[in-house]
């Protein structure tokens, strides 16, 4: 059975943009590139995101496999730097050197992600719903990068950020939403893997997780949201157009001393 992946709201009809892990995120992802993508044609989806926590790994051969099966393919990370956490996507070339200098800075130097995201870049989309940061780049004038990203799979996610909006209108009214679906788990089968997963990352018993917590992908009921600027995932993909050029060998360029 395929699953309902167009809502409609009181304003506009949308798709929600399908963003996944794969087993790349440590402990967070369970799946493996090619089951992503083969489930992916299962839903006959169009598009597909890739985030994995902090790091590039599969994107490359997230990359591959979807251009072989004809979806396209959106590179993204997850960046945390343990305190503030969004949704990064690549726009074009010069959007994944970028994303892999703001990687490096995170993950290696120690820079904090309020200091390394610049909100002016054009070269990325950044998904966030994180109060903080929100509040931070409200600020500057003629963004044209920061999106509020309801998870419309994850009704504690969901009312927590329309409970921070409702309180915030220059923040409603500031930036425009990209609603999204995290693919993490595919079927009922898979959440007692998932909830021992889970577990052992939060230090706690699996009977100590509740149901609300374990968000497996499946029909969704149309879920209302106030934003009157909704970029479905098709305008996304429209957006972000990078592909890995496969066509050509690129080498490092060493610059030699005379002597």
């Not at 489930?39 to 790091?55: P, R, V, Y």
């Not at 500057?140 to 009704?155: F, G, T």
Request: aromatic share 12%.
């Amino acid at each position: 059975m395929k699953f309902l992946l167009d809502f409609y709201t009181p304003f506009m009809r949308y798709s929600p943009l399908v963003v996944c892990k794969s087993h790349y995120s440590f402990m967070k992802g369970i799946h493996s590139i090619s089951e992503l993508v083969e489930f992916a044609i299962e839903q006959n989806l169009k598009n597909l995101c890739l985030a994995d926590e902090n790091g590039l790994y599969g994107a490359v051969e997230f990359s591959v496999h979807c251009q072989k099966v004809g979806i396209t393919p959106l590179i993204g990370v997850e960046l945390t730097d343990g305190h503030h956490v969004v949704i990064v996507i690549a726009r074009n070339k010069e959007g994944y050197k970028c994303l892999s200098r703001i990687i490096t800075d995170v993950q290696v130097n120690g820079v904090r992600l309020v200091d390394v995201l610049k909100p002016d870049n054009k070269t990325l989309f950044i998904l966030c719903n994180d109060p903080f940061l929100l509040s931070r780049w409200k600020k500057y004038e003629n963004i044209e990068s920061i999106y509020l990203a309801p998870i419309v799979s994850d009704r504690k996610a969901l009312q927590s950020l329309l409970t921070f909006v409702s309180h915030s209108p220059d923040i409603l009214r500031r930036f425009p939403a990209i609603p999204i679906l995290l693919l993490n788990i595919f079927s009922e089968h898979e959440v007692n893997l998932y909830k021992v997963m889970q577990a052992i990352v939060q230090n706690r018993t699996v009977s100590s997780l509740q149901s609300e917590e374990i968000i497996v992908f499946k029909d969704l009921s149309v879920p209302f949201l106030p934003f009157k600027h909704i970029v479905s995932a098709q305008e996304v993909a429209k957006r972000c157009p990078f592909q890995f050029d496969f066509s050509k060998y690129y080498f490092p360029r060493f610059v030699l001393s005379e002597t």
